[in-house]
T-cell receptor
Framework: AQKVTQAQTEISVVEKEDVTLDCVYE???????LFWYKQPPSGELVFLIR??????QNEISGRYSWNFQKSTSSFNFTITASQVVDSAVYFC??????????FGGGTRLMVKP | DTGVSQDPRHKITKRGQNVTFRCDPI?????LYWYRQTLGQGPEFLTY????????KSRLLSDRFSAERPKGSFSTLEIQRTEQGDSAMYLC????????????FGPGTRLTVL
């Protein structure tokens, strides 16, 4: 069964709009880790954030913010005042006790000028 | 600060040929991972090394695939008797051993099997 679901396959916004990318995960473990990566057109995956299951504090980094809610098994990512350079595919990923990352299917974000 | 590097960046081959890819991790990272990403999908785990030991292998890693990390530094991924279904981006990542650390990815090798 897929453990990470990104229901939005593609989102298109106009520059300066706020946009939220959804991520829902499934697990029976109490210890796990969640990640977001950005994949721009160049193809290289860029690490954005890591959260562990014991830390539900939301985090803000510049225009980026993350909302982790264990009650709904969600780890959503919001970009405030989007810019054209934010156009990319964004992946949510999950890691349990093993070392591998399980990625969602990704959300393609297109920010139009 | 050198990131993860992969070589070649692109490879076109004919079905049935063997191909080999190389990954050089970030120098102080002793964990190295291989993933495969097909068009429109998220990366899928293939295998993982801690130093020179291959500790995990996915079911995706058929017997035509072999990965090595002989001296615990760079790694190679070989695909024998390539098939069209092997066409994908092959991504390498590395991380530090201590704790749960994020994986840093290289630019990938895009394989096209004709």
């Amino acid at each position: 069964a897929q453990k990470v679901t990104q229901a939005q396959t593609e989102i298109s916004v106009v520059e300066k709009e706020d946009v939220t990318l959804d991520c829902v995960y499934e697990t029976r473990d109490t210890t796990y880790y969640l990640f977001w990566y950005k994949q721009p057109p160049s193809g290289e995956l860029v690490f954005l954030i890591r959260r562990n299951s014991f830390d539900e504090q939301n985090e803000i980094s510049g225009r980026y913010s993350w909302n982790f809610q264990k009650s709904t098994s969600s780890f959503n990512f919001t970009i405030t005042a989007s810019q054209v350079v934010d156009s990319a595919v964004y992946f949510c990923a999950f890691r349990e006790a093993g070392n591998m990352l399980t990625f969602g299917g990704g959300t393609r974000l297109m920010v139009k000028p | 600060d050198t990131g993860v590097s992969q070589d070649p960046r692109h490879k076109i081959t004919k079905r049935g040929q063997n191909v080999t890819f190389r990954c050089d991790p970030i120098s102080e990272h002793n964990r190295l991972y291989w993933y495969r990403q097909t068009l429109g999908q998220g990366p899928e785990f293939l295998t993982y090394f801690q130093n020179e030991a291959q500790l995990e292998k996915s079911r995706l890693l058929s017997d035509r695939f072999s990965a090595e990390r002989p001296k615990g530094s760079f790694s190679t991924l070989e695909i024998q008797r390539t098939e069209q279904g092997d066409s994908a981006m092959y991504l390498c990542a590395s991380s530090l051993r201590q704790g749960i650390n994020e994986q840093f990815f290289g630019p990938g090798t895009r394989l096209t099997v004709l």
